[in-house]
C-alpha cells in the first residue's frame, strides 16, 4: 500500500509493446498497483533496455505511444536506455 512504498517504479522496461517485459507490462503493473492501493506509480517512457542484435530498436510509435500513457502516470520520466 501507499504506506509503505509512496512511488512505485515499473522497472526496466524492453523498447517493445510485449507483455512480458514491454510497454504493456508497465501499464499492467501500474492498473495493478492502483487496485491494490498504490496510487502513484511511474515508469520509463520509451522504454530501457536496448539491444538492436535482439530486434529491441525503440521505434516513434512506442515513444508516442508510451509518453500517451505516462500522463495518466504521477511521474512523466524519459530514459536515454544504453
Known amino acids: 500500500t501507499s504506506r509503505y512504498s509512496t512511488l512505485l517504479w515499473n522497472g526496466d522496461q524492453n ?3 510485449s507483455l512480458d ?3 504493456r507490462s508497465a501499464l499492467y503493473g501500474s492498473v495493478g498497483a492502483g487496485l491494490n ?3 502513484f506509480s511511474h515508469f520509463d517512457i520509451g522504454g ?3 539491444a538492436a542484435e535482439f530486434g529491441l ?3 516513434k510509435e512506442l515513444l508516442l505511444r508510451s ?3 505516462a500522463v495518466f502516470t504521477s511521474v512523466f520520466r524519459t530514459h536515454e536506455g544504453r
Request: hydrophobic letters at 40%; charged letters at 20%; proline letters at 0%.
Open 15 to 17: 523498447v517493445d509493446f
Open 21 to 23: 517485459d514491454g510497454i
Open 37 to 39: 492501493g498504490i496510487t
Open 48 to 50: 530501457y533496455t536496448t
Open 57 to 59: 530498436v525503440r521505434t
Open 67 to 69: 509518453a500517451e500513457f
